[in-house]
């Protein structure tokens, strides 16, 4: 089985922006967006969560099985995530 070989380059331009969208981050904490604060902060961390699994985790160059794993992991997590706030939302608050 032979492994796939990403240049260092690639490593680095993915280090690059990582450190380019935490600045991102930084810069979007300051700015008063109301509630899409929250929501902007997400985009931004699950764009940064991306890159980590794809190209760090080599998922982006795996077989189609662990693809099939990666995928079935997110589906859960939203599911469990999706249930618990379905749940948050439907209680009576006195």
């Known amino acids: 089985m032979s492994e796939h ?4 380059k690639l490593y ?10 935490t600045a991102v981050t930084v810069g979007a ?3 008063e967006l109301g509630p899409w604060n929250i929501v902007v902060a997400l985009v931004i961390a699950t764009l940064k969560a991306t890159l980590v699994v ?3 985790m080599h998922v982006r160059y795996s077989p189609g099985r662990t693809k099939l794993i990666v995928v079935a992991g997110v589906f859960w997590l939203g599911l469990l995530l999706f249930m618990t706030l379905a ?8």
């Open 54 to 56: 794809l190209y760090f």
């Open 29 to 31: 904490a300051y700015v």
């Open 87 to 94: 749940d948050y939302a439907t209680r009576s608050w006195y």
């Open 12 to 21: 680095l331009g993915i280090i690059l922006t990582l450190m380019v969208l």
């Open 5 to 8: 070989i990403v240049s260092p």
